[in-house]
């Protein structure tokens, strides 16, 4: 299975160097007139910003274990259940793992417009340098919103539910496959996770037919385990 363990440290990497950027911009926009800070204000592009830094290669490099994922997924099939797979499957799956980036793309532009909007706030009012900079370390930092632990929680809540789905897309059409639960068993695990890693290899149908647990949605929000493909007989 694929992974995204490398997504908060580069990530938050970035964001480090947008936030250090901010020490001489203010200080240069300061000194300048309302009517001059109006004219480079339109010119200020955050996102852009974090483009030069590294975003784009980040968020290909997500997509990257997207698709991993679904190699990995469809890879479990036999040759004759690869043989009924249609493209339109792959295609299906591509579009979801798109929905997520774009998601995840649209955050980070919606972060970059507010930090945009925090730091003119603070200039037209008349606040000093020292003041501006260290109100947007404190509320837009490192993290906070693009690097903050819900937003690493929600992407990895996203790709164990894509590989779920992308599991879920692939054995519909052969429903006596059967599945054991995998991932980690500690202290938080949750209940209904652990009574699911003791289950045996069970159908798609069995085990959404257990009552505590289903196979699209696994454990719930955050749910760190995967439906696998068991080759027990």
Not at 118 to 136: D, F, K, V
Request: include cysteine.
């Amino acid at each position: 299975m694929a992974n995204l363990d490398f997504f908060q440290k580069e990530i938050s990497n970035i964001h480090r160097q947008l936030i250090d950027k901010l020490d001489r911009l203010v200080v240069g926009l300061s000194a300048l007139s309302d009517t001059e800070l109006i004219q480079i204000a339109k010119q200020i592009d955050f996102f852009k910003e974090m483009q030069l830094l590294g975003y784009d290669r980040l968020i290909n490099k997500v997509g990257a274990a997207f698709d991993d994922e679904i190699a990995f997924v469809f890879s479990q099939l036999d040759e004759k259940q690869l043989g009924r797979i249609s493209i339109a499957s792959i295609d299906a799956l591509n579009e979801v793992k798109l929905f997520e980036l774009d998601y995840l793309t649209s955050n980070a532009k919606q972060y970059a417009n507010q930090l945009k909007t925090a730091m003119m706030r603070g200039l037209i009012t008349g606040e000093t340098s020292p003041q501006i900079i260290s109100g947007l370390s404190v509320g837009f930092g490192v993290g906070k919103y693009i690097s903050s632990s819900e937003a690493i929680f929600l992407l990895g809540d996203a790709f164990t539910r894509f590989s779920r789905t992308s599991t879920a897309k692939a054995y519909l059409n052969f429903p006596k496959t059967k599945f054991t639960y995998d991932g980690p068993f500690d202290n938080k695990t949750r209940e209904a996770c652990q009574r699911a890693l003791k289950e045996g290899p069970l159908t798609q149908a069995q085990i959404n037919g257990l009552g505590y647990i289903d196979f699209n949605n696994g454990g719930g929000w955050n749910c760190r385990h995967r439906w696998a493909k068991s080759f027990e007989d």
